[in-house]
């Protein structure tokens, strides 16, 4: 579930188009990782922010892969 809520995040960044959205969402699910750690009593394993960061790497990065693959489309056609 984390893998997938963060791929969901990473296509949302892409979709905003601005650098400083896309390093937001990082760091936004890295403090998310940093709080659950201390408010927990038994703190989350790292591998679960490792998870949740090539969750939104692949979703970012599957977006620009995808827009790519349809700009040179659209450009073809033309």
Same mark, same amino acid.
């Given at each position: 579930?984390? *893998?997938?809520? #963060?791929?969901? &995040?990473? %296509? ?5 188009r601005s650098?400083?959205? =896309? @390093?937001? +969402? ?6 998310? *990782?940093?709080? #659950?750690?201390? &408010?927990? %009593? ?9 998870? =949740? @960061?090539? +969750? ?12 790519d693959?349809?700009?040179?489309r ?5």
């Amino acid at each position: 579930m984390i *893998f997938a809520t #963060a791929t969901i &995040i990473g %296509i949302a960044a892409g979709l905003q188009r601005s650098t400083i959205s =896309a @390093l937001l +969402g990082a760091a936004l699910v890295s403090i998310a *990782f940093m709080a #659950a750690v201390a &408010i927990s %009593i038994v703190p989350p394993p790292l591998t679960t922010l490792f998870i =949740a @960061l090539g +969750g939104y790497n692949l979703g970012f990065i599957g977006y620009l892969i995808t827009a790519d693959v349809l700009e040179q489309r659209r450009a073809q056609r033309q």
